[in-house]
């Protein structure tokens, strides 16, 4: 049975919270991190050639209304690139890494789906290479999600999973839904450093992961033809930025942890080694996207045939694909959920936008699929959730509506509506046809 169910029924336990110092905490405080909400543009337009928004963090659009990612996109398909060039300098880069004692030589962060699986496959198989997978577990694992990693294990990979303490990934999800509006950032502080800690425990200097997002999905320009970060780039992202330690201290602050808990070492997973450790082993840490196009479909494809991946039987919740993001169904269902209520767009038109780029649907297409699956609620897994989260269902709903943008909600007799809605017709969108 491949689905998005769960691999394991956990029963969760009532998490230990100190009610009264979060009820302080609330009286005292404004409790929204997410400084990415304020810098957003207060007028929303639409991409004229995807279903993007300017609401997307980091995105620029030019003077055309076109979305970064969309110019990209014209580059990457449009002879703007010489790949055979990039092709060379991949073999250069591999050259000067590759193991002559088959030990590990390059570090690929996996949760062994569709992307990750292909780039692995490829450094051994066409490369060489001797790779060593490295996995940070979902919230959850689905049975789909588990069956696919160890799958690509029995087709001939090495790989480790980190499987951090479960009761503080909950209180750290916990915190991060209350603060930064989104559950899932928990995931991303181990997904990041984790991998740091593997190459720097086995001295591998290299660690490859797929793609540039900021450069594909829109973000941040001076990354669209830079090829790696090394650690003097990391320095404002993972040691200065200081999402994770911040966190941390808010949710001691608001009694989620206590102070046991925050001075053990239990939270070393999700904390990168000391910078000079790092530049002491030269790490670097390149994008395949920047070497191969990438087209997330065929990789699915590639995947399937080479390493068993297997896509879902259904479609994931939000959205219209099922071989995409299968190894997490439930923490991740609420990630776009949020982005949803907090930036006015959700899964689809985040797959919808890449699909067009790739030329695999039109734009119509896309605003269809947008308008029928974006707003879709995961109800079949809200009571796993609120578990989860130690938290009511009343609550649940005062965290989400903390987080609704103005600029895309409006009260209409008592419920929440959206203004505007993505269109054929006009860039700066229309009321939306469904609800
Ligand atoms: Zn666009």
Same mark, same amino acid.
């Given at each position: ?217 829109? !973000? ?7 090829? %790696? *970060?090394? &650690?003097?780039?990391?320095? @404002?992202?993972?040691? =200065? ?124 297409? !896309? ?7 974006? %707003? *879709?609620? &995961?109800?079949?897994?809200? @009571?796993?959730?609120? =578990? ?48």
């Amino acid at each position: 049975m491949q689905s998005h169910k769960p691999q394991v029924n956990v029963e969760f336990s009532k998490l230990t919270i100190n009610e009264t110092k979060l009820n302080e905490y609330a009286k005292k405080n404004k409790q929204i991190l997410d400084k990415q909400i304020e810098k957003l543009p207060k007028k929303v337009i639409f991409c004229k050639k995807c279903v993007t928004s300017n609401q997307r963090p980091r995105t620029e659009f030019d003077k055309e209304g076109i979305c970064s990612a969309c110019r990209y996109a014209e580059i990457k398909f449009g002879g703007g690139i010489d790949w055979d060039k990039r092709g060379k300098e991949l073999i250069q880069l591999l050259d000067k890494h590759r193991s002559k004692d088959g030990s590990w030589d390059v570090i690929v962060p996996s949760s062994h789906g569709k992307d990750s699986a292909m780039v692995t496959h490829q450094l051994k198989e066409k490369y060489g290479m001797h790779p060593l997978t490295v996995t940070w577990a979902p919230f959850i694992y689905t049975e789909v999600g588990f069956k696919n990693y160890v799958n690509m294990n029995h087709a001939g990979f090495d790989g480790l999973v980190a499987w951090p303490n479960g009761i503080l990934h909950r209180k750290l999800a916990r915190t991060c839904f209350e603060l930064k509006g989104d559950p899932f950032e928990a995931f991303v502080y181990g997904q990041k450093a984790y991998p740091f800690r593997i190459a720097q425990k086995f001295k591998i200097p290299l660690i490859f992961y797929g793609e540039n997002g900021e450069a594909e999905y829109g !973000g941040i320009q001076k990354y669209v033809d830079k090829s %790696h *970060e090394t &650690p003097d780039d990391w320095e @404002e992202e993972y040691y =200065k930025g200081a999402g994770f330690e911040k966190v941390v201290q808010e949710g001691f602050k608001m009694g989620i942890f206590d102070e046991k808990e925050i001075k053990n070492n239990a939270f070393d997973f999700y904390r990168a080694p000391p910078l000079e450790e790092i530049k002491k082993l030269g790490l670097e840490m390149h994008w395949w996207s920047y070497y191969k196009t990438w087209i997330p479909q065929e990789h699915y494809y590639y995947a399937h045939k080479n390493t068993g991946l297997e896509a879902a039987e259904s479609r994931h919740t939000g959205t219209y694909t099922k071989f995409a993001n299968l190894d997490d169904a439930i923490i991740d269902a609420f990630h776009w959920l949020m982005a949803y209520i907090k930036l006015g767009w959700g899964r689809a038109t985040r797959e919808a936008s890449s699909d067009i780029r790739c030329g695999h649907i039109t734009r119509e297409e !896309g605003v269809a699929l947008t308008h029928k699956y974006d %707003h *879709e609620f &995961p109800q079949k897994y809200l @009571e796993t959730f609120l =578990k989860y989260m130690s938290i009511t269902e009343k609550y649940f709903w005062e965290v989400l509506d903390r987080y609704r943008s103005e600029k895309i909600w409006h009260k209409v007799n008592g419920k929440w509506k959206r203004k505007i809605h993505v269109s054929n017709n006009s860039v700066h969108g229309e009321e939306p046809t469904i609800e």
